[in-house]
C-alpha cells in the first residue's frame, strides 16, 4: 500500500493535503479512476481537467494554485511522474532462477541472482552479471558479455562476440550483433563482406522492440551511455552513437555514420552513411540527413535542410496551385496582348505612305 505521503517523498515534492490518502495506482489525468493518482505537466492541463478528472490526487507545478484535491508540487512534474510509475511497475513476469528446458553452455559464467527463462540458450564463453534476466527464447551467442541488473525480454538475439553494459534494457524481437549490409558487386552477382566486427553497448541502453545494431565489419559498431532506442529502428554496421541519444521509431542510421551525445532522431527519421552529426542536434520526423551536421542543428525535410527555411518552403508549396491559376491567367492575358499589338502592326501595314 502507498499513500501520497510516501509518493512526495519519493519525488521530493511539497505535499498539499492528507498524507495519509491511500494511493492505489496511476493513469493519465484524463482517464483517471478514483484512488489513482495522476499529473498535469503544465498550468495549462491542469485548468484543463483539474474540475473533471476523477483522480484522488494529482502532480502539478510547483506554481500551480486552487488545484481542488490533494496533490504534489514539484519543479518537474513529468519526472515526478516517472518516479511514481516505478513504484507501481510490477516485476518482470520470470520465476527466479534457471528454467529447467534452458541450455547453458558449461563454460558459460553466471553472476549472482542471475534469472534464466525457459528455452534461453546461453553460448560457451559467456558472461551473464549479477541478478540480469534472461526471458523465454533468448539466444546469448558464445563469448557475448551482458552485465548487471540488464533485463532482456523474450526473443531477443544477442549475437556471438558482443558487449553490453550495466542496467540495460532490450525489448522483444530485438537483434544485437547480426551481419551489415555489405556486399562487392560483380557482373557475375554480389559478393558477401563477412563481418567480423562487434557490437559495443554501454551502461543504461535501452533498445525497442524488433529493433537491430548490426556488428562492425572490422572494428565496433557503438552505442553510448544512456541513450534510447525505439521499436523498428536499424543502427548499420560501425555506427558510433553517441550518449543519451535519443531514436525514435522506425528510424535509420547507415553503415559508419557518427552520431554526437545528447542527438535526437525522430520518427522515422534517416542518416546517410560516412556522415558526422554533432552534439545536440535534432532531426524532426521523417527527415533525411545527406551531409554533415554542426553541433546544434535542428532541421528537417526529405533532404533535411534547416527547420525555418524548411518551413518556409513547405509554406511556399502551399501557394503553388494558386501561383499556377495565376500564370495561366497571365498568359491569357498576354495571348490577348499579342493578339492585339499582331492587328495593330496590319493596320499600320495598311495605312498609305506620305506621299508629299
Known amino acids: 500500500m502507498r499513500t501520497l505521503g510516501d509518493l512526495a517523498k ?17 493513469s493519465p489525468i484524463a482517464e483517471a479512476e478514483p484512488g489513482y493518482i495522476s499529473f498535469a505537466e503544465n498550468l495549462r492541463v491542469l485548468d484543463k481537467y483539474k474540475d473533471t478528472t476523477q483522480a484522488a490526487a494529482l502532480i502539478v507545478p510547483k506554481e500551480a494554485k ?3 484535491r490533494p496533490h504534489i508540487k514539484v519543479d518537474n512534474p513529468r519526472l515526478a511522474f516517472a518516479q511514481v510509475l516505478k513504484e507501481f511497475a510490477w516485476p518482470a513476469d520470470v520465476p527466479a532462477g534457471i528454467h529447467p528446458s534452458a541450455i547453458i553452455h558449461e563454460t558459460a559464467e553466471l553472476g549472482d541472482d542471475v ?50 553494459g550495466n542496467r540495460v534494457i532490450i525489448h522483444a524481437g530485438a537483434v544485437i550483433g547480426d551481419d551489415g549490409f555489405g556486399f562487392v558487386s560483380l557482373p557475375t552477382g554480389h559478393v558477401k563482406m563477412h563481418h567480423i566486427g562487434t557490437v559495443i553497448i554501454h551502461d543504461d541502453v535501452e533498445i525497442g522492440t524488433n529493433s537491430a545494431v548490426e556488428r562492425g565489419t572490422c572494428g565496433a559498431t557503438v552505442i553510448g551511455k544512456g541513450t534510447k532506442i525505439g ?25 559508419s ?14 542518416v546517410a552513411g560516412h556522415l558526422t ?17 554542426p553541433p546544434g542543428s535542428f532541421v528537417s525535410g526529405f533532404p533535411a535542410r534547416p527547420h525555418r527555411e524548411n518551413m518556409r518552403a513547405i509554406a511556399a508549396q502551399r501557394k503553388v496551385p494558386e501561383l499556377m491559376q495565376r500564370v495561366k491567367e497571365l498568359e491569357k492575358q498576354v495571348a490577348a496582348l499579342m493578339k492585339g499589338d499582331a492587328a495593330l502592326l496590319e493596320a499600320a501595314d495598311e495605312i498609305p505612305e506620305d506621299e508629299s
Open 10 to 26: 519519493v519525488v521530493g515534492g511539497e505535499l498539499v493535503g492528507s498524507a495519509d490518502l491511500v494511493i492505489e495506482g496511476v
Open 66 to 68: 486552487d488545484v481542488g
Open 115 to 164: 534469472t534464466i527463462g525457459p528455452g534461453v540458450i546461453v553460448g560457451a564463453g559467456a558472461k551473464i552479471g549479477s541478478r540480469t534476466i534472461l526471458m523465454a527464447a533468448c539466444y546469448i551467442g558464445s563469448h557475448t558479455t551482458i552485465g548487471d541488473d540488464c533485463l532482456i525480454y523474450p526473443r531477443v538475439c544477442i549475437r556471438e562476440r558482443v558487449q553490453i
Open 231 to 255: 521499436n523498428l529502428v536499424q543502427v548499420g554496421h560501425n555506427v558510433k552513437l553517441g550518449e543519451h541519444c535519443l531514436v525514435v521509431a522506425m528510424s535509420g542510421i547507415s553503415g
Open 257 to 270: 555514420a557518427t552520431v554526437g551525445n545528447w542527438v535526437t532522431l525522430a520518427g522515422q527519421s534517416g
Open 277 to 293: 552529426i554533432g552534439d545536440n542536434c535534432v532531426v524532426a520526423a521523417r527527415g533525411l540527413v545527406a551531409g554533415d551536421l
